[in-house]
Nanobody, 115 residues
């Protein structure tokens, strides 16, 4: 059983910053990828950023240059630093871990960017 617990969401003004964190626990033999997805009301869930076991990273075009993802393999945590936030970044953000062909998801944390 794998559990992902997110924290760090909240309300921020446009141009502000937030940091999301996710901690994985349980029996995890290997981690292929860890990352963040988001889902805004009425929209499909989309990839925000992802880290690979090779240490490579991938970002959605809409967040490149503003968001930074980092991962600590020993602690099984992944962070998402979000800067210069925009109203269109408002969504529920979900932590994701992909291991041995299985996707695991956190419960989600709300990020609202509004003045």
């Amino acid at each position: 059983q794998v559990h992902l617990v997110e924290s760090g969401g909240g309300l921020v003004q446009p141009g502000g910053s937030l940091r999301l964190s996710c901690a994985a626990s349980g029996t995890i033999f290997s981690i292929n990828t860890m990352g963040w997805f988001r889902q805004a009301p009425g929209k499909e869930r989309e990839l925000v950023a992802r880290t690979f076991s090779s240490a490579a990273t991938k970002y959605a075009d809409s967040v490149k240059g503003r968001f930074t993802i980092s991962r600590d393999n020993a602690k099984k945590t992944v962070l998402l630093e979000m800067n210069r936030l925009k109203p269109e970044d408002t969504a529920v953000y979900y932590c994701n871990l992909f291991s041995r062909g299985v996707d695991y998801w956190g419960q989600g944390t709300q990020v609202t960017v509004s003045s």
